[in-house]
């Protein structure tokens, strides 16, 4: 679940844990979602799929969830490759300012182990 924390500054930030994948296909691709916040509209970047753990959730099986939300792919949490740890600078969103803790995940496409909604 969130907790507040500070910035180092004095401003509360929400620490956030989340979890992502780097999809990545046999010819060396990798899917990157293209968006933003709606609290800087006129701000947008790449990034992988994923978002926010529900509950006890581990960042495997939030990491897999999301995917699935996002993009319709199916992927076992025991499957998802590599992990890896990476911190982003606090944010402002329309929550509030938010630090998330990202644990992310390399794995392969569908052709491999992942499946695609029905």
Do not use: Q, Y
């Not at 792919?73 to 938010?98: H, K």
């Amino acid at each position: 679940m969130s907790s507040p924390v500070a910035d180092g500054r004095g401003n509360a930030v929400v620490d956030r844990r989340a979890g992502r994948v780097l999809l990545v296909d046999r010819a060396g691709r990798a899917l990157l979602l293209h968006g933003g916040d709606p609290a800087r509209p006129a701000e947008r970047w790449w990034f992988t799929p994923g978002g926010g753990l529900s509950g006890d959730e581990t960042a495997a099986e939030g990491a897999a969830r999301e995917l699935f939300e996002e993009t319709g792919l199916r992927v076992d949490p025991a499957d998802l490759g590599e992990r890896f740890f990476m911190r982003s600078p606090s944010s402002a969103t329309t929550t509030g300012n938010t630090g998330k803790s990202r644990i992310s995940f390399c794995t392969g496409c569908p052709g491999g182990r992942s499946t695609r909604r029905a």
